[in-house]
Each structure stands twice: as C-alpha cells, then as structure tokens.
C-alpha cells in the first residue's frame, strides 16, 4: 500500500548493498573511475569517518598527474589529521602500502581512468593489484544510463564488486547509477 516502501523492497531484492564500514576494512580500498567522479571527496569522507571510528589512516595518491591534485589530497590529510603518500609506481605503491602503520585503514586515490582504453584499465588494475587493494568504483549520478552500464561493467572486469554513487546531491537522475550496478553485478557500497 505504501509506494515508498514497495520501492525500497524492490531496491533491495535487485541491488546488493555492501557498505564500507572503516573499522571492518582489512585490505587497502582503491578508489576508481573517470576523472572528476568525486574519487579525492570520497577518500576524504572514508578517511574521515575511521578517523571518528579512532582507526588510523593512511592516504595513498596515484593521481600524480592532474594539476593540484596532490595539494588537493595534502589539504583533505592534513585536516583530518591523516599521513598521504604519492605513488607513480607500482613499486611505489608497494612502498608506501608497507609503510603504513599496522592496523591501518589504506585509502587509495586513482588517476582519472579511460575505461574504454584497455592500457589505462591495465596500469590501474597492476597498480590495484601492487597493493593488494580492492578496487571500489565511484560513479557519479546523472550520467548517461548505457555509458554508466558500460561503465559499470568494464570496471568490473578489473576486479570491482563494489561501487559508490558520488554527486547523488546534484543529480535529478539516477539510472545511470543502476544501470551500472545491473550491468556490472556491483553491490551498492555507499554515496
């Protein structure tokens, strides 16, 4: 009799939903997707909310390339009081994931992908497999529904299982974000 509750249930019966609680995370979370999808915003969020969980935090960027990107990753670390280290490398990478302190919540911040070219796709899942992390897809709302599935479902083949609606706030339309967890079996894990 209630649509809002018919359409929560429907939600539920065709949408997993696996949420990234900070204090149960034990392997490094490498955050995915395009450029601009809110990736940075959302480590900060993560970092943030295991920092008032009291677990520690350290931030790794791969996003060495993009104008202020770093600074933009120092700003969000140095006022939740977290430790950020910069990777180029896969070896780099390695590097800075063994220096984290143990017990430590890893956030990894990716460079922009191209999923559509299959060297960027490539290098992000060597650089995700350096650090032994899985992979999470952050995906902003609003996207077109057959880019987002397509999307959704290259991801996937990398290794996400999860994905993250970012800019749910500035979006009327949200398709493009079922779309790609229809299409890539991806379990809802936060916005």
Same mark, same amino acid.
């Given at each position: ?5 018919? +359409?929560?249930? $429907? ?13 149960? #995370? ?13 990736? !940075?915003?959302? +480590?900060?969020? +993560? ?5 008032? %969980?009291?677990?520690?935090?350290? =931030? *790794?960027?791969?996003? #060495?390339?993009? $104008? ?8 969000? $670390?140095?006022? #939740?009081? *977290? ?7 896969? !070896? ?6 063994? =220096?984290?302190? @143990? ?9 922009? !992908? ?7 796709? %490539? ?10 992390? @899985? ?10 529904? /057959? ?10 083949? *990398?290794?996400?299982?999860?994905? #993250? $609606? ?14 790609? =967890?229809?299409?890539?079996? +991806? /379990?809802?894990?936060?916005?």
């Amino acid at each position: 009799d209630n649509p809002r509750q018919a +359409l929560g249930a $429907a939600l539920r019966a065709r949408f997993g939903f696996a949420p990234l609680q900070p204090k149960a #995370i034990e392997r490094p979370v490498m955050l995915v997707g395009l450029p601009g999808a809110g990736k !940075t915003a959302t +480590l900060a969020k +993560l970092a943030a909310a295991a920092r008032a %969980a009291k677990r520690a935090v350290t =931030a *790794i960027t791969c996003d #060495i390339g993009k $104008a202020g990107a770093i600074d933009q990753l120092a700003v969000y $670390a140095k006022a #939740i009081g *977290i430790t950020a280290y910069q990777a180029k490398t896969a !070896t780099a990478m390695k590097r800075a994931v063994g =220096a984290a302190p @143990e017990g430590a919540l890893i956030l990894i911040d990716s460079a922009g !992908t191209n999923p559509l070219r299959a060297e960027d796709l %490539a290098t992000l899942a060597d650089m995700a497999g350096a650090a032994k992390a @899985e992979p999470v897809l952050v995906l902003g709302a609003g996207g077109d529904v /057959s880019e987002s599935a397509e999307q959704g479902q290259l991801f996937a083949e *990398i290794g996400c299982e999860r994905m #993250i $609606a970012a800019k749910i706030d500035a979006a009327r339309r949200f398709g493009g974000l079922l779309a790609a =967890a229809e299409n890539g079996k +991806l /379990s809802f894990a936060g916005c």
